[in-house]
C-alpha cells in the first residue's frame, strides 16, 4: 500500500511537470513575455501668445507652456518633439523674433534643466509666410532659429539644423522644414496632382525613411497632413510630395506627427494601395483652439486616393484643450500613446490664470490604430 503511494505521488509530479512544461511552451508560441518599454517622448506644439494677458508674454503662451514642460518632466522622457509655432513671430526683424524665442527657451527650462533634448522645427509664425505661403526672400527666422537651436546638421543642402534624422534605440526621427524649398509661385490654395510639387517637403526625406532600418519611424513636421476647415493649408498643397510620404510611412512602420491646427486630432490615413499611417496634430501648447470642421478637399481639386479617418478630437473655442502627447516605444516596434490634457478654469480671464488638473484624455496603441 505505501509503496503505491509513492507510485500515485510520483505520477501526480510527472502530470503536474508536463503540465507546465506544456504551458510555458504555449506562452513561448503565443510571443512569450510582453514586450519591454524601449523609451518615451512627447509631442505638442504651437505655444504661440493667446488668451488673457497674464497668461502669456512675448508672443509666447507662457502659464499653459511652462505647465506642459513641468509635466513632461515629471514624465521621465528621453525627448520631446516640438514642430513649431513656438512664438507669435510674423514679423521680418530678426531681432524681434530672436527675443521672443528667448522667452521660448526660458519657459522650457524645466526640461532643458533636466536633461532632456528638444527638436524643434520652424513653423509658419517663425517663417512669417506671405500671401498663400509662398516664400519669404527675407527669411527672417533662418539665423535666429540656428542660434537658438543645436540640432543634428545631417539634413540636405541649404537645410542643415532645419531639416534631420537621429536614431533612438529602435527608432528613426525624422525632421523637416516645410518653408525653406518653397517658391515665389507656392500656392496653399491648391490641391491637385503636380501643385507645389516638391516645394513643402525635400527629398532627402524620402531617401531617409526608404532607407531606414530602424523597427519603428516616426516624422515631424510643422503644418498637419491633411487639411481642415480651421487650416486647409497643409503639406497637402503638395500633393505629389504628401502622397508619396504616405506611401514611404505605411510600407516603413511610420507615423506622422504635426501641429499647426490648433487642436489635438488623432486619426490614420489610407490610400487605394493599402498603406496606413497613423497622424496626430498636437497644436495645443498654448495658441487657443479652432473648432474642428472637415474641408472638401476633393471639390478644392485634389484627384488623388488618400484619405483621412478622424478618430479622435479635442477642439473647443470657447475653452481650450492644451497638453501633449506621451508616447511609449516597445521593444517589439509597436507603440502607444496617451494625450495629457488640461484646460483653464477661465480662458481669456485678463487676471485669472489657474488650470485644471493635468490628466490623461485619450489613450490608444499603434495597433488600435491600424486595424
Request: charged residues 15%.
Amino acid at each position: 500500500m505505501h509503496q503505491e503511494m509513492k507510485v500515485l505521488r510520483f505520477k501526480s509530479v510527472i502530470a503536474y511537470s508536463f503540465t507546465v512544461i506544456m504551458f510555458a511552451i504555449m506562452i513561448a508560441s503565443l510571443g512569450g513575455c510582453a514586450p519591454s518599454v524601449m523609451f518615451k517622448f512627447a509631442v505638442t506644439d504651437d505655444s504661440r501668445a493667446a488668451g488673457g494677458a497674464a497668461a502669456t508674454s512675448n508672443g509666447v503662451s507662457t502659464v499653459v507652456l511652462d505647465a506642459i514642460a513641468k509635466d513632461i518632466a515629471a514624465q521621465g522622457v528621453d525627448f520631446v518633439l516640438f514642430p513649431g509655432d513656438m512664438v507669435s513671430g510674423e514679423t521680418d526683424t530678426s531681432t524681434d523674433l530672436s527675443s521672443m524665442l528667448d522667452t521660448w527657451k526660458a519657459t522650457m527650462e524645466p526640461l532643458y534643466n533636466a536633461g532632456i533634448p528638444v527638436y524643434v522645427t520652424r513653423g509658419n509664425h517663425e517663417y512669417n509666410t506671405p500671401t498663400n505661403g509662398a516664400r519669404n526672400p527675407i527669411d527672417p527666422s533662418h539665423a535666429p532659429f540656428l542660434a537658438h537651436f543645436s540640432m543634428p546638421t545631417n539634413g540636405p543642402e541649404g537645410e542643415s539644423g532645419m531639416t534631420y534624422s537621429f536614431t533612438w534605440k529602435n527608432a528613426k526621427i525624422i525632421a523637416f522644414d516645410q518653408y525653406a524649398g518653397r517658391t515665389d509661385a507656392y500656392n496653399n490654395t491648391l490641391y491637385a496632382p503636380g501643385s507645389n510639387h516638391g516645394q513643402a517637403m525635400n527629398s532627402w526625406v524620402f531617401d531617409q525613411i526608404n532607407n531606414s532600418t530602424s523597427g519603428v519611424n516616426f516624422i515631424m513636421a510643422h503644418e498637419q497632413i491633411f487639411p481642415t476647415n480651421s487650416h486647409p493649408d497643409c503639406l497637402a498643397n503638395d500633393p505629389d510630395s504628401r502622397d508619396a510620404l504616405i506611401h514611404a510611412l505605411g510600407t516603413h512602420n511610420g507615423t506622422y506627427f504635426s501641429g499647426h491646427d490648433h487642436m489635438y486630432i488623432r486619426g490614420t490615413m489610407t490610400n487605394a494601395g493599402g498603406d496606413k499611417v497613423p497622424a496626430f496634430t498636437v497644436g495645443t501648447a498654448g495658441a487657443g483652439n479652432y473648432d474642428y470642421a472637415t474641408y472638401d478637399v476633393v471639390t478644392a481639386g485634389y484627384t488623388g486616393s488618400d484619405t483621412y479617418s478622424v478618430q479622435k478630437v479635442f477642439s473647443d473655442n470657447a475653452s481650450p484643450m492644451f497638453g501633449y502627447l506621451l508616447i511609449s516605444v516597445y521593444s517589439d516596434n509597436t507603440w502607444s500613446g496617451e494625450f495629457h490634457g488640461f484646460r483653464f478654469k477661465h480662458w481669456n480671464d485678463a487676471t485669472d490664470v489657474s488650470l485644471s488638473p493635468i490628466t490623461v484624455m485619450d489613450s490608444f496603441t499603434s495597433s488600435s490604430m491600424l486595424h
